[in-house]
């Protein structure tokens, strides 16, 4: 499998702060790769220095064979990029944006597939300013698109959207993939990574702590597993007795017990509503999700 | 050259798209220029008629105003909105945006100084600059210096709010100050002395020799100063400029 991006030992330090302590890690081509963290943990800085926005202090970088701080407006012919709070000017109307910016590539796309595939074409003569957030977005990710990039760099693409906007903007981003395009996502939503992301890396003060798929992550480094049932006769005070139960939390009608075990656990918790006659509705085993992890990793390390 | 003509035109037609830009770039001066007539058109300005003396301190003062509002006040609010950062993100080389900005601004620029003529000459028998080589070299030579400097002076603010507040500032005591509106013979000594240090004071003074009395080669003093302004401004411009990185 050959590699889009790869990235060895990188360091940049600012005035005062460290802010990437020597990340190692490498994009095959035709992968989502997410990268998410708490604020601060150094993602856009190792994004922006990828990109050729900005300088690292230490480190091996190739994107496409290329080092992004000597070569970088020939790198942007073949990356695509998409901010997070950037904007265009807002009283330009959507074909005049495209045009603009397809003129700045050798390379053009598609052009009337991506307007397509994006619901843009009935949006052409609409200025900025008057397109709601989804279609801001939209008309964003076109310009990122529009030269048929080879990497597609999205940074928080689904910040602001409604639910309904998001799904779609995942269902695009996924279609890219399809095409053949590498994507690096950086997203603060657990969820989004999860959908999304063939592989994802856990950023926390400047360093990676975790890659891996998102269910490897979650199998790998979220002891936490529950099961919740609604019951109206349990009693809280048996139940904490149960095998492998860690703890049994009580939230509206619904009784949560996190395990380690969830067959031993459940096994007992069936056992015991038998003798005593409990009734119990709802039944389900959770999974911890990325969002757990996220907050177990971002938080002080507590044991499991 | 493709892009930065495409810029260009781009960034013009969105200024006409702009209503109160518009206004202020082109009605605003015509409007000043009827108000001062009002009150001293029909007075000698230093040998000069009141037309002969004001249409050219009217064309600075919008060459001044476009620098600062047009172009500079624009590419604050360009940097805030991460505008800057988009062109950023594509292979256009950061000095073509730049460069199609100042093209945009001089085409503005030139507009509303022809409108400015035209109303002058229909309005108040403004004579045709007595050297016109001459004053078309000093035009050129004080956008080479007011340009940078509006830009360099903008660029130091944070947001597009300081930007105004800053140009605004600007704007006001070269208005007042430099000779521009009101005869510098009627002011004390003190502030004659402050005119000198504001750059629209040899702006004012070379646009109005060439137009009414000598040649540009009479007007070295003004010719060098300006020169001097153009080159620290464009050197300050660069340094300070930035493209407006977040996080």
Not at chain 1, 189 to 200: F, G, K, S, T
Not at chain 2, 9 to 34: D, G, H, N, Y
Request: glycine share 6%; with cysteine.
């Amino acid at each position: 499998m050959s590699y889009a991006i790869e990235v060895e030992n990188l360091h940049k330090v600012y005035k005062n702060k460290h802010a990437v302590q020597g990340v190692s890690f490498s994009v095959e081509k035709g992968e989502i790769f997410g990268i998410v963290g708490p604020n601060g943990a150094g993602k856009t800085t190792t994004i922006e220095i990828l990109e050729g926005l900005r300088k690292k202090d230490n480190g091996k970088i190739s994107i496409l064979g290329l080092d992004p701080e000597k070569k970088p407006y020939e790198l942007r012919q073949k990356i695509g990029i998409q901010f997070q709070s950037t904007s265009i000017q807002e009283r330009m109307k959507v074909k005049e944006a495209i045009h603009l910016f397809s003129s700045f590539y050798e390379k053009k796309g598609d052009i009337p597939a991506i307007l397509e595939k994006l619901g843009l074409d009935s949006f052409m003569d609409t200025q900025f300013t008057n397109l709601s957030g989804g279609w801001k977005q939209r008309l964003t990710l076109a310009l990122a698109i529009i030269h048929d990039p080879e990497i597609i760099f999205l940074d928080e693409p689904s910040t602001g959207l409604d639910p309904g906007a998001r799904r779609d903007m995942w269902s695009l981003i996924r279609n890219l993939q399809q095409e053949g395009k590498t994507i690096v996502v950086t997203t603060h939503y657990m969820e989004e990574a999860e959908q999304l992301c063939d592989r994802v890396a856990m950023f926390k003060e400047g360093q990676i702590v975790a890659l891996d798929t998102p269910k490897h992550l979650v199998n790998q480094f979220l002891m936490a597993n529950y099961l919740t049932f609604i019951s109206d006769d349990a009693d809280l005070e048996l139940l904490r007795n149960i095998t492998g139960a860690n703890d049994v939390s009580h939230s509206n009608e619904t009784i949560k017990i996190q395990t380690h075990n969830l067959q031993d656990t459940s096994l007992e918790l069936f056992q015991l509503a038998k003798e005593k006659g409990w009734k119990i509705d709802n039944f389900r085993f959770e999974v911890g999700s990325l969002d757990d992890l996220f907050v177990q990793m971002a938080g002080k390390e507590q044991s499991p | 050259m493709n892009h930065i003509l495409r810029l260009t035109f781009m960034e013009s037609k969105l200024f006409f798209r702009e209503k109160q830009a518009v206004f202020w770039t082109f009605l605003f001066p015509i409007l000043l220029i009827w108000l001062f007539g009002a009150m001293f058109g029909d007075q000698k300005i230093g040998q000069m008629s009141y037309s002969n003396a004001y249409i050219p301190s009217w064309i600075a003062i919008n060459m001044l105003t476009t620098a600062l509002f047009t172009i500079g006040t624009v590419l604050t609010e360009y940097r805030e909105q991460g505008i800057l950062r988009r062109y950023q993100a594509t292979p256009i080389r950061p000095g073509k945006v730049l460069t199609a900005h100042i093209i945009y601004g001089t085409l503005i620029f030139l507009l509303s100084a022809l409108l400015i003529v035209l109303f002058g000459s229909l309005a108040y028998n403004l004579d045709f600059p007595k050297y016109l080589g001459s004053t078309l070299i000093a035009i050129a030579l004080s956008i080479f210096a007011i340009f940078p400097f509006g830009i360099f002076a903008t660029s130091l603010a944070k947001n597009s709010r300081t930007s105004a507040a800053i140009s605004s500032v600007i704007l006001n005591l070269m208005l007042f100050l430099s000779g521009a509106t009101f005869p510098l013979e009627m002011m004390p000594e003190f502030l004659q002395g402050v005119a000198k240090i504001l750059p629209l004071y040899y702006v004012v003074d070379l646009l109005r020799q060439t137009w009414n009395f000598a040649p540009i080669t009479d007007q070295l003093t003004n010719v060098w100063i300006l020169l001097g302004i153009g080159v620290v401004s464009t050197i300050l411009a660069t340094r300070f400029f930035n493209w407006g990185s977040r996080g």
